[in-house]
């Protein structure tokens, strides 16, 4: 799967998409889109990185995400069964509809506000979960009135806090996609091999020291770990193809069978060898 930016493209021109039960836990995503998202999660532990916030959850989440604030996929090296359910909301929607309606400018308003990454908690976080678990068995009508119902609840309730003081928001989004898209796209063409500093700094024409600052600004995370990331990503998806450990290794680009080994420990929790087996 290639890191990229998330194209999300709702049918029939719809104000918003849903997805029901993704299933990514195997997968470092860490990407970005205009949509606005609301993220909820049940019956496991994890981790919540949005932007530059980074902290763990226990036992469920919900999430509102402002429009291209990068984020982690929730449920990232989770090992346990759970539930996660994911509504997209489309970013001119809040523009050509919320700011026609004077009983919707508290929705609005909570939009503007997500820009922070709002994470909600007690009987608004459970009312809520409760509600997008039930949306997929409805008609796309329903579900609309139901999303309105919704947004409505989050966006009078106290029981949120914000995950940034100020908000993220990206005066420059289309230019920075376009760069940090090329920077992806390197990785995606490159990673079974060696990767240079220099090379992919000059890809999008920086030096290295400004390179690693840019990447760790925008994806808040060293270029060497989020590289690890991916490729151990990639390696798990030969292991599943059936492909034998060492071949793995050195098709995904580590030069040493014993790094590979740590590196995949380190980021999954367990060896090569048992996640082959697990997955037989």
Not at 69 to 76: E, R, S, W
Not at 90 to 108: G, N, P, R
Not at 195 to 211: C, M, R, T, V, W
Request: hydrophobic fraction near 35%; charge should be neutral.
């Amino acid at each position: 799967m290639k890191i990229q930016l998330e194209n999300i493209q709702p049918n029939d021109k719809s104000s918003f998409h849903l997805l029901h039960n993704p299933k990514l836990n195997d997968l470092f995503f860490w990407h970005f889109h205009p949509e606005f998202e609301l993220v909820y999660i049940e019956g496991a532990n994890g981790k919540r990185h949005v932007g530059r916030h980074i902290s763990n959850f226990k036992g469920s989440d919900l999430v509102l995400i402002g429009s291209n604030i990068p984020h982690l996929n929730f449920d990232h090296g989770i090992k346990t069964e759970y539930h996660k359910e994911v509504l997209h909301i489309s970013a001119s929607f809040k523009e050509k509809v919320f700011t026609e309606i004077d009983e919707l400018e508290d929705v609005y308003e909570l939009l503007d506000r997500s820009q922070h990454g709002i994470a909600f908690y007690d009987k608004t976080k459970e009312t809520a979960g409760a509600i997008m678990k039930q949306l997929q068995g409805m008609s796309r009508f329903e579900q609309f009135l139901e999303i309105l119902q919704l947004l409505k609840l989050l966006a009078n309730s106290d029981d949120y806090t914000l995950l940034h003081q100020n908000p993220i928001i990206n005066d420059k989004a289309n230019k920075q996609q376009e760069r940090l898209q090329k920077v992806y796209s390197y990785i995606d063409e490159h990673y079974s091999g060696k990767i240079a500093l220099e090379d992919i700094a000059a890809s999008i024409n920086l030096g290295k020291e400004a390179f690693c600052r840019y990447f760790k600004k925008n994806t808040g995370s060293t270029f060497t770990n989020f590289l690890n990331q991916y490729r151990i990503t990639q390696a798990k998806r030969l292991l599943l193809m059936g492909r034998n450990i060492g071949e793995t290794c050195y098709e995904c680009g580590f030069e040493s069978l014993s790094y590979f080994n740590r590196t995949f420990k380190k980021i999954s929790g367990e060896n090569p060898s048992d996640y082959k087996n697990r997955n037989r």
